[in-house]
């Protein structure tokens, strides 16, 4: 009888701790490899959200599993499925469209509800995952920006180009076909692979094509190797990009034959003030951290409107993801809503040009408007 009171008595004494057992929030970022920079972006994002949360909260409501995926499939894969052994049912991640395209089903298939901040790729959410949220504007809404922009100052000779890269042939073809709902066609369609260090050629043919601006869908290094390609062909025409030359590969490859570029992205947020130490900065960091930190922000606030769940048990992925179509959510990067297929709603996205700074850098900072 004495033991089992001194059971009864110890339970009893836990039930607070355990009541207040930490929420894992798991994050697989590109924390090594050719994508390291925007990595540690998320990386900072999320911790800083985490630190804020439970610095209001007076106690450690969420505690931040990080693993990094290299913004490799398989790894992703291999990360997703560690995440879920040992108990995550919320993540943020991953940082590529392709990664999150594999890790999906088997978030899916273990009950974890995952919030991407970068990932772009239309047909993601297309599929109808029922886990699946992403923050940032599809690849559409960046290719109807740029197609606004080429119907309004370059109406005529408009040239297309693409890597052959699923990404960039689909930024292509929605350029494409917004500008045929303007009632215009391209006078080109190209591609230029992806490895290309030479596109002479291909800036001979535009030329003969009549264009008076390209628009590229890819990726960066391509992108500089194409830029050059029509200042040393003598076709000083604007060229129009993505968020896919978002790399120093672009300026270091460009060169002088980079300014002038526009991209088009989602407008840039900052994190609130953090407390403490400071964290290294890049240019890729300072791109994503914001939306990492808002990933976490609605997480929390899609658990915080479910009943309260005591004890160590995981939250139910399916009852926060109801809630995130429920809801409204505000964030770091302002109000979040999402639709029904799990993208924002509305997305705006920006237009940027490339510059030489006066100090001979070629940057897209300070840059808002063409």
Request: proline share 8%.
């Amino acid at each position: 009888m004495l033991r089992t009171l001194l059971v009864l008595a110890a339970l009893h004494l836990a039930a607070p701790a355990l009541a207040q057992a930490p929420v894992k929030i798991g994050l697989s970022a590109p924390l090594t490899g050719p994508d390291a920079a925007f990595g540690q972006g998320l990386r900072l994002g999320a911790e800083q959200a985490v630190a804020d949360l439970n610095r209001a909260a007076g106690r450690a409501r969420f505690a931040l599993v990080t693993a990094d995926d290299g913004g490799e499939a398989r790894r992703g894969v291999a990360v997703a499925r560690r995440f879920a052994s040992e108990g995550v049912r919320l993540v943020v991640g991953p940082l590529q469209s392709s990664v999150v395209a594999a890790v999906t089903p088997v978030y899916e298939e273990a009950g974890i509800v995952l919030v991407a901040p970068a990932a772009s790729y239309p047909p993601l959410t297309g599929r109808g995952a029922w886990n699946l949220f992403r923050l940032m504007p599809g690849d559409a809404q960046q290719a109807a920006a740029a197609a606004a922009w080429l119907a309004d100052h370059v109406p005529e000779g408009i040239a297309l180009v693409h890597d052959r890269s699923t990404f960039g042939r689909g930024l292509a073809d929605g350029v494409a076909r917004d500008l045929r709902a303007r009632n215009l066609r391209e006078v080109a369609f190209e591609s230029l692979p992806q490895g290309s260090r030479d596109a002479a050629g291909l800036a001979g043919r535009l030329r003969a094509a009549g264009a008076r601006a390209v628009y590229f869908g890819g990726s960066a290094p391509e992108a500089a190797v194409l830029a050059r390609a029509l200042r040393e062909t003598g076709l000083p025409v604007p060229m129009v990009a993505s968020d896919g030359i978002l790399d120093p590969a672009f300026a270091t490859l460009a060169g002088p034959a980079g300014d002038g570029t526009l991209m088009t992205l989602v407008p840039e947020r900052s994190l609130p003030e953090a407390r403490g130490r400071a964290a290294p900065r890049t240019p890729e960091a300072d791109l994503v951290a914001a939306p990492a930190y808002a990933a976490v922000e609605v997480l929390a606030q899609a658990l915080a409107r479910l009943p309260a769940q005591g004890g160590t048990r995981p939250p139910d992925g399916r009852r926060v993801a109801e809630a995130l179509h429920a809801g409204r959510f505000r964030t770091a990067v302002g109000e979040v809503a999402f639709d029904g297929t799990g993208d924002p709603r509305p997305g705006a996205v920006a237009l940027r040009v490339w510059r030489t700074t006066p100090d001979g850098r070629l940057d897209y900072a300070g840059n808002e408007r063409p």
